[in-house]
């Protein structure tokens, strides 16, 4: 028997020496002090509807990957201030736990600001109305709300943290700050709040160059860099010298592909079908196991930004991410293996072992639905809510609204002609309406909008129907994402004063019954709608043959948007939102031309490109 001082101080050297869960040397990551490889691939909880989550985290596992890399979306859980969502597919914390039942590991990208191709990177509609707020910097009212977000999360997930048994491993602060910015004292006020709150390793990723590494990288953190392996890797190690940011070398986004974006000049991106493009990604991938690094293939499944999550690229104009956010990804956005998924299967296999990867899953084949007629069932500018009236419009933002349509309203008092001017530049897709007639479309997404030249008289009624189509997520212009009107609405320059606004989110369509009346379809928005039943209930795409553009609601669950210019010609509907009968339909056609009359759907996506018929 030991005495009871030698016992003591045994115990207290095996505390000092008890390895660290998750840690790294300069060559590896180590997991429970053994080495470890993280075979990553990115996946976003909150893109995929929560019923599916276990397919698509055993698919993963099932190509070989042991890490599941997982954007979190702050706008979905604190849709309004000190609101928080955490059911459904914001249940964060079953998600990880279910990723950890199928024998995968986690790595946290909280942001606050994520980018991501989501509706302004991450960030709440409503932070544009908190007085003094800046984004991405450390502006007092950005981190108190940045902070208050991180801890809410953490009290759902820390008790997921590897110190605890669970699996996320290490937390990334903030996204490409580098891309963006140099403010250290904000990059490090972040991380203080995540390492509070989590408690676990933390991380920095940047792209592969001198001003993106020098502008991300913090003390505390290690850095590390997506895009091009070779690149990335030399980089980090040429321009980060802190010894507290150097370790192992980890691709945290390893690009297969390329997103898709309404309005593109190209069809939808892919390396299927693509036997060259595939083997380069097989190459760089072997290069970064052969020479000790680890990777995050992004995406490895990309899903759907379901209703109006997307975000938007700015480049001479908006560039709107379609609904789709398949990414060309090895599991497609219905969750189906394809021959990317196959040959990196095989990549991985050679490295890690064929034996030790499980078997692939059986996949149930997409359904067909014959023809579904809809009718029309009602205009939606009969079915608006309540205005708020003010001398001047104001934005979206401060009509307590985030996403959707916002109708302007203004009764003309004097006779006045001229150019119409939408605030200070349409924010995003302005349709036109005198006396319920359209007069026209000015919309961001051309790089020159149209001009609408309008010749009102006295008591006419002119209704601005304003689309936010999407927050742009990346670049200078996330300091102002406000929608809506921003300024003044000039017709030849001259003010027009007194609006009628009406917020139209439309997370559910408004009509609840088909039991409706619709006086003309001709002209202004309109809701179609129909039932369906199915032999089989399974996933499938749905086509709208004919109709321009719009939003999908089926059983109540929205879809997302369509669109005639394409890429994407078909909307992802997943069995788990089908019953067999009784399944319910609804469209919102906002420029019905009268082709429209049905939706069927089909088991291939259709991707292409169509002249925009409302372009300049
Ligand atoms: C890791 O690398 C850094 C920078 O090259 C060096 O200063 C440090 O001594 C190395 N640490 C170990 C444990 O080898
Ligand atoms: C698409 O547009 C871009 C930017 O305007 C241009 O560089 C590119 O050549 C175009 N591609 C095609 C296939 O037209
Ligand atoms: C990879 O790590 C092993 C073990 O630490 C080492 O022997 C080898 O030299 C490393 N290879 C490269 C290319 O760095
Ligand atoms: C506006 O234009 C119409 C014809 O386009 C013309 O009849 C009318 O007089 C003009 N009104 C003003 C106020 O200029
Ligand atoms: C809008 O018009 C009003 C009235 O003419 C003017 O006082 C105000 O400064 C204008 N606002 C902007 C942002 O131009």
Redo the contacts with the bound molecule.
């Keep these: 028997m030991l005495p009871k001082l030698l016992l003591l101080s045994f115990t207290i050297l095996r505390a000092a020496q008890a390895i660290a869960p998750f840690s790294w040397n300069n060559?590896?990551f180590l997991l429970h002090g053994e080495?470890y490889r993280i075979i990553g691939g990115q996946m976003d909880p909150q893109r995929i509807p929560n019923e599916l989550w276990a397919d698509r985290l055993a698919k993963a596992r099932a190509m070989g990957l042991n890490t599941i890399f997982s954007y979190i979306f702050w706008d979905q859980l604190e849709p309004t201030q000190g609101a928080w969502d955490f059911s459904g597919n914001n249940d964060i914390a079953k998600y990880f736990r279910t990723a950890q039942e199928q024998g995968l590991n986690v790595v946290l990208r909280p942001g606050p600001y994520i980018c991501g191709e989501h509706e302004w990177g991450g960030f709440p509609a409503w932070l544009s109305e908190v007085p003094g707020m800046v984004v991405r910097t450390d502006n007092e009212p950005f981190m108190a709300a940045s902070k208050s977000y991180i801890d809410r999360l953490a009290e759902d997930i820390a008790d997921l943290g590897v110190t605890k048994g669970g699996p996320i491993l290490m937390v990334q602060v903030e996204n490409e700050y580098g891309s963006y910015g140099s403010n250290h004292k904000y990059v490090a006020e972040l991380r203080d709040i995540i390492k509070e709150a989590f408690e676990l390793p933390l991380y920095t990723n940047d792209g592969g160059e001198k001003s993106m590494l020098e502008g991300g990288q913090i003390p505390g953190a290690l850095a590390e860099t997506d895009g091009d392996p070779q690149v990335g890797f030399k980089a980090r190690n040429k321009y980060v010298t802190n010894p507290s940011s150097l370790g192992p070398e980890l691709d945290g986004e390893y690009y297969v592909t390329w997103l898709d974006q309404w309005a593109s000049n190209y069809t939808h991106q892919t390396d299927v079908g693509n036997i060259q493009a595939i083997q380069k990604v097989q190459s760089d991938l072997t290069w970064i196991l052969?020479?000790?690094g680890s990777f995050s293939i992004y995406m490895f499944h990309g899903g759907t930004n379901w209703g109006f999550q997307n975000g938007a690229d700015w480049g001479a104009n908006l560039e709107p991410i379609t609904t789709s956010y398949d990414y060309g990804a090895p599991l497609d956005e219905s969750g189906r293996t394809n021959e990317i998924y196959n040959a990196l299967r095989e990549t991985i296999g050679n490295y890690v072992g064929k034996d030790t990867i499980p078997d692939t899953l059986k996949e149930e084949p997409l359904i067909t639905i014959p023809e579904i007629q809809l009718k029309p069932a009602a205009n939606l500018f009969d079915y608006l809510p309540k205005p708020v009236t003010k001398k001047s419009p104001v934005n979206m933002e401060a009509l307590g609204q985030s996403t959707g349509l916002t109708l302007y309203r203004h009764v003309i008092t004097s006779p006045i002609n001229g150019t119409l001017a939408p605030g200070d530049y349409p924010r995003d897709r302005v349709l036109v309406y005198v006396n319920g007639k359209r007069a026209g479309v000015i919309d961001s997404t051309y790089e020159v909008p149209n001009t609408v030249r309008l010749a009102l008289k006295k008591n006419d009624v002119l209704d601005l129907l304003i689309e936010n189509l999407g927050r742009v997520n990346y670049g200078p212009r996330i300091v102002d994402q406000r929608k809506g009107i921003v300024g003044n609405v000039t017709v030849g320059g001259n003010v027009l004063s007194n609006w009628q606004m009406y917020p139209l989110p439309l997370d559910a369509p408004p009509i609840s019954s088909a039991k409706h009346s619709v006086h003309s379809t001709s002209s202004g928005p309109a809701f179609f709608t129909g039932t369906f039943d199915v032999d089989t209930v399974g996933d499938t795409y749905l086509e709208l043959p004919g109709w321009t553009k719009g939003v999908v609601w089926v059983n109540g669950v929205n879809l997302g948007r369509y669109w005639i210019v394409g890429p994407q010609q078909t909307l992802y509907l997943p069995g788990c939102y089908l019953q067999k009968s009784g399944n319910k339909i609804t469209v919102l056609a906002l420029e019905p031309t009268g082709d429209e009359g049905s939706v069927r759907g089909i088991t291939t996506r259709n991707w292409g490109n169509n002249p925009d018929p409302d372009a300049p």
């Design positions: 060559e590896t080495p052969k020479n000790n």
